[in-house]
């Protein structure tokens, strides 16, 4: 797991706990879950994107690459997401449509982003490369 996507899921699961201690348990109940349901779906995304993009890393540094590990670790945030909204018995209905339509396009957008955003300055050609480049043969 990342460092950036622990501090997400802890962030995140302050958030609910903090929900869950000021409001109660109502707004988990409307939506159907639990506050440790959604907890428990916000670290299964984090290590599984950890690993996914981990594991991934070296595709990571063209933007076709950062596009698949995108749509790779949205899907898997979204299949994790839906642990803790979906009921098991619309998982075979709701989950890979979910995946499909948020994951498999959003994850690819928002990996360029992120590859965009956090990808180091890349060398501008000086004169001197750019004589040096024409000289070699």
Avoid: K, N
């Avoid at 990342?2 to 929900?19: D, G, K, Q």
């Avoid at 642990?83 to 499909?100: I, R």
């Avoid at 955003?117 to 001197?128: D, G, I, M, S």
Wanted: aromatic share 6%; net charge positive; with cysteine.
């Amino acid at each position: 797991m990342t460092r950036r996507a622990a501090l997400v899921a802890a962030a995140f699961s302050l958030h609910s706990l903090a929900v869950r201690i000021l409001e109660g348990p109502g707004p988990f109940s409307a939506a159907g879950t639990s506050v440790v349901r959604v907890v428990v779906s916000y670290w299964v995304a984090a290590l599984s994107v950890g690993a996914i993009v981990g594991m991934g890393l070296p595709l990571g540094r063209t933007a076709l690459g950062a596009g698949l590990l995108g749509g790779l670790g949205g899907a898997a945030v979204v299949a994790a997401s839906a642990f803790a909204f979906v009921t098991p018995d619309q998982w075979a209905s709701v989950v890979p449509t979910a995946v499909l339509a948020v994951g498999l396009i959003g994850g690819p957008l928002c990996g360029l982003v992120i590859w965009a955003a956090y990808l180091p300055e890349r060398p501008r050609p000086t004169r001197r490369r750019v004589a040096q480049s024409r000289r070699a043969p």
